[in-house]
């Protein structure tokens, strides 16, 4: 294996740093609107690429909403519906004791990239604080580009002066991770904590 020296580590955001499962926003939509059903809610959104829309920025959550509303005649109002779009995380206890520990290490530059909106974001920085270490962010729904991208990973490294040879990527989609890896970057594929703390702790020398 060749050895590297890492000092750039690039965090992926949800099912990494947080858990989340889209289908509490589904449901629990669908538990409020008696008429609606969840299966064609979800259906219609990635049919027309509604959730690509957002974390790449070319629609806004009102007109997102105002569409949705429109097609499936919901009687929710904007607030409660972002609300339950919003509220599909919860706190990855063994990556915030990680975040936590490595943002006390100097040599080290913690970033951030992920594919995601404003509400998303905004709700995890309110209700996870440790996410808001990573204050060097670069986030799909801004600069319009998302994983696997290549040009998500190149603007990364470009707008932040990193060499990819000193760069990891941890991310849990095998598509990210290869276009990551594409570039120059090296990757870790987040499947479980355990297996991941055996490749990080490799790579960072981590007691």
């Known amino acids: 294996m060749k050895k590297y020296r890492v000092t750039n580590i690039v965090f992926d955001l949800g099912n990494t740093l947080v858990f989340f499962d889209h289908s509490y926003f589904f449901n629990g939509l669908a538990e409020r609107e008696k ?17 690509i829309k957002l974390v790449s920025g070319r629609m806004n959550h009102r007109e997102f909403f105002r569409k949705l509303k429109k097609k499936f005649d919901l009687r ?6 972002i609300y339950f779009y919003s509220d599909v995380f919860w706190e990855n206890s ?10 006390r ?5 913690l970033f951030l990239l ?28 801004k600069v319009h580009m998302y994983k696997p991208q290549k040009k998500i990973f190149r603007y990364l490294l470009e707008k932040h002066k990193l060499n990819p040879d000193n760069t990891v990527l941890i991310d849990d989609v095998k598509d990210n991770v ?7 970057m090296h990757t870790i594929h987040y499947v479980t904590h355990k297996k991941f703390m055996s490749e990080f702790s490799k790579i960072l020398k981590l007691k």
Do not use: Q, W
Request: aromatic share 12%; net charge positive.
């Open 105 to 109: 290490i100097k040599k080290y530059k």
């Open 35 to 51: 008429k609606l059903s969840a299966a064609k809610f979800k259906r219609y959104i990635v049919k027309n690429k509604l959730d």
């Open 94 to 103: 063994a990556m915030k004791r990680l975040l936590e520990k490595i943002s």
């Open 114 to 141: 992920s594919n995601t909106d404003s509400p998303h974001m905004s709700f995890i920085d309110k209700n996870f604080p440790y996410v808001r270490i990573l204050n060097k962010r670069v986030l799909s729904y």
């Open 76 to 81: 929710i109002g904007y607030s409660d519906f």
């Open 178 to 184: 290869k276009a990551a890896a594409s570039v120059g």
